[in-house]
């Protein structure tokens, strides 16, 4: 039953955006079939033992074409005999396909049932009832590429309510998670700024979240968005690792014993296809609730970004931030009061410069060609110590550095923040040298805002750990409140590190 319920969930996301390959230039009609057949047999490429069972018809309709994808079905195949297949029906879907003069194809007029429901043959406590409510779906399938471009979706009041029996309970106990979301949008825009090369942006956005597990624990989300940005150089080798990826999940999924060689080089083929990979999300008021414990935030970012994965260098930004973040432990009122002190707010970016990623990608192809196991990475000899070598050479010889300003922690009590800049030195024993600069502010109120905790523990550990900033750091004299204590880092390139001139950690001893 679960593999037919993950399978559904992932054919009904497919489906949302489901592609036409690109074709000669006439027979429409056969040319859009044969598209959609090879989609649908594609998109459950993962899931081993299912097999997707429809009909689908293409019938001229003034100067367009109305696709029929009847009886669609999610169906378990290689049933043991006296076993009883778990199909899941998930009924008609249609769409209007116009030709455009370009060879592309404009979509729209998209309906799917409105409600889809399976129910399990031997169990009718398992079930699952899907409501995508469906308001607009539109957009353009290029000819030249496997994947749609600048489509716009659109759906309101989307529900799923999954039911299944409690192992071991009493007949009729029932586990029910119940997901409810008001709106759901996604957009795509899709460029080709010369031959075979592409850029893609997508949005995703949802509104009034909620997942409720059952017993009062309910996940919310307020608003929700995640914006992804692609640019590739090689459309068709990206493409074709993109396939040959989803071949190899099938394999691992069937057998663990499947060969790994044959998707790591297919693996780097997609990444040596890329020049730009950004990905940001982008959430309010997430919250989850339950009667033992509560938390959320009002808001927390996620940002990776890699740049220029063409040229010598790349540039990768990496960024975690959070505000309003709280947890919550209603039944332990003195564990409750500790909690209180974690920080609010956490704006963590990182950037790493001069990064030679593109030579590394050669470096590491030309590894793979050359071994037949990964368990040759483990064992290590000589070509795989040689490549390690070569590595830290090209890192040496591009002066990679790590950029950590403007990292800062807040909470009711203390702000700490944290700038400097770091060189990558993989002859060095600690990797980086370099220094940073620290300071924190409210140190003394918070060791003395611990010993009101009534968890005589939880107030230990937070006033030792205050006391250990406040001893390591330099804190300015005077009655200021907040207290300011500063902190100076230095990586030295013999592998010590200092802070505030005293040795913390010394330089590794010489090789005898």
């Known amino acids: 039953m679960l593999r037919i319920v993950l399978g559904a969930w992932t054919l009904i996301c497919a489906l949302s955006f489901w592609v036409v390959l690109p074709a000669a230039a006439d027979e429409d009609a056969?040319?859009?079939?044969?598209?959609?057949?090879?989609?649908?047999?594609?998109?459950?490429a993962g899931y081993p033992g299912v097999e997707l069972r429809r009909s689908v018809e293409v019938t001229p309709i003034e100067g367009e074409y109305e696709v029929a994808i009847k009886a669609l079905t999610i169906a378990e195949r290689d049933i043991p005999e006296g076993e009883t297949a778990d199909n899941f029906l998930l009924g008609d879907v249609f769409v209007r396909v116009k030709p455009l003069e370009n060879g592309d194809y404009r979509f729209h007029s998209v309906r799917i049932p409105e409600e889809?429901?399976?129910?399990?043959?031997?169990d009718s406590a398992d079930s699952l009832v899907l409501r995508i409510g469906l308001e607009k779906f539109e957009g353009v399938m290029a000819r030249s590429v496997g994947y749609l471009w600048d489509y716009d979706f659109l759906a309101s009041n989307f529900s799923m309510t999954l039911n299944s029996a409690m192992p071991g309970a009493?007949?009729?106990?029932?586990?029910?998670?119940a997901v409810r979301i008001a709106e759901v949008t996604s957009t795509s825009d899709f460029q080709q700024p010369k031959e075979n090369a592409v850029d893609q942006q997508m949005v995703f956005n949802l509104s009034e979240f909620s997942a409720d597990f059952g017993g009062g624990s309910v996940l919310r989300i307020g608003k929700g968005t995640t914006e992804f940005d692609l640019s590739a150089n090689d459309v068709a080798a990206m493409t074709q690792a993109q396939e040959s990826l989803n071949s190899y999940g099938q394999g691992f999924a069937e057998s663990a014993e499947q060969d790994l060689m044959p998707f790591m080089r297919t693996g780097l083929e997609f990444f040596e296809a890329i020049t730009k990979f950004v990905e940001r999300a982008n959430f309010e008021n997430l919250t989850y609730d339950s009667p033992d414990a509560k938390g959320g935030v009002e808001e927390a970012r996620f940002g990776w970004e890699i740049q220029d994965l063409d040229k010598d260098l790349s540039v990768q930004e990496l960024l975690i931030s959070t505000r309003g973040f709280f947890v919550s432990l209603p039944t332990d009122p003195a564990m409750d009061a500790a909690l209180k002190m974690l920080p609010r707010r956490w704006t963590l970016p990182v950037r790493l410069e001069r990064f030679p990623a593109k030579a590394i990608m050669e470096d590491t192809r030309a590894l793979l060609d050359d071994i037949s196991s990964p368990k040759e990475l483990d064992q290590g000899g000589p070509r795989v110590d040689g490549y390690h070598e070569k590595i830290k050479q090209r890192i040496n010889e591009a002066g990679t550095i790590l950029l950590l300003n403007g990292q800062s922690i807040e909470s009711d009590i203390v702000t700490a923040t944290m700038d400097g800049t770091l060189r990558i030195n993989p002859d060095n024993?600690?990797?980086?040298?370099?220094?940073?600069?620290?300071?924190?502010?409210?140190?003394?109120?918070?060791?003395?805002?611990?010993?009101?905790?009534?968890?005589?523990?939880a107030a230990q550990q937070v006033m030792q750990g205050a006391m250990v900033l406040l001893s390591t750091g330099e804190t300015e004299p005077g009655t200021q409140v907040p207290s300011v204590t500063n902190y100076l880092i230095e990586f030295t390139p013999d592998g010590a590190i200092i802070l505030n001139g005293n040795q913390m950690h010394p330089p590794p001893a010489p090789a005898q």
């Open 170 to 177: 009493a007949s009729g106990s029932v586990e029910s998670v």
């Open 429 to 457: 024993p600690i990797g980086v040298e370099g220094t940073l600069t620290a300071q924190a502010l409210g140190l003394m109120q918070l060791f003395e805002q611990a010993q009101t905790i009534p968890d005589p523990q």
């Open 116 to 122: 889809i429901r399976v129910e399990n043959p031997e």
């Open 30 to 44: 056969t040319k859009i079939k044969d598209g959609i057949e090879w989609y649908l047999d594609s998109a459950l």
